[in-house]
């Protein structure tokens, strides 16, 4: 699989609040303070390379009822009707990685003044298996089975924050 580039052009599914479900907590320190966001675990279509893979989107930026937010996926993104928003990967996004080849590489969209640790995103994709949408972004993250080993997946991610295309 060909990890998501920046330019790439990608297509973020409609918000669904029945399908998506409840948004997942992620939990960090930063600044010596515990710290806390909601975001809505994906999979979404990769249009340049025709692939998908794994992105999480803070909850502000995506639910319905946070349009007014100036970075909200209604106002950056093309609404192409009945299939989602497109657009370009680039610099409003961070990632998380295996490893320098890119494998198991996800996306965050959310205010990139966060620092969480990638794994904090592994943990919560994996943790949260009860959730549809979770459970199929840990697929995308090369966890099949998420009743398996959480902790030894979020390893490989330990100690790197996220960074930016």
């Known amino acids: 699989m060909?990890?998501?580039?920046?330019?790439?052009?990608?297509?973020i599914p409609l918000f669904d609040a029945e399908a998506l479900g409840s948004p997942?907590?992620?939990t960090w320190s930063q600044n010596l303070a515990t710290r806390t966001a909601l975001y809505y675990p994906l999979t979404v279509d990769n249009i340049t390379t025709g692939e998908q893979f794994a992105f999480f989107i803070?909850?502000?930026f995506y639910k319905?009822?946070?349009?007014?937010?100036?970075n909200h996926i209604t106002r950056v993104g093309q609404l192409l009707p009945g299939e989602g928003y497109k657009l370009q990967i680039g610099s409003s996004m961070q990632y998380g990685q295996k490893n320098a080849q890119g494998d198991?590489?996800?996306v965050v969209y959310h205010d990139k003044e966060r620092k969480p640790y990638q794994h904090r995103?592994?943990?919560?994709?994996l943790g949260s298996a009860a959730a549809k949408q979770a459970k199929a972004v840990a697929e995308k993250l090369g966890q099949g089975s998420i009743a398996g080993d959480?902790?030894?997946l979020a390893a490989n991610f330990v100690g790197d924050f996220l960074k930016t295309f």
Request: aromatic letters at 6%; zero cysteines; glycine letters at 2%.
């Open 104 to 106: 198991m590489r996800f």
């Open 121 to 125: 995103f592994i943990e919560t994709a």
């Open 64 to 70: 319905s009822s946070t349009v007014a937010n100036p």
């Open 58 to 60: 803070a909850a502000e």
């Open 2 to 11: 060909t990890p998501p580039q920046a330019g790439n052009e990608i297509l």
């Open 24 to 26: 997942t907590t992620v």
């Open 150 to 152: 959480i902790s030894r």
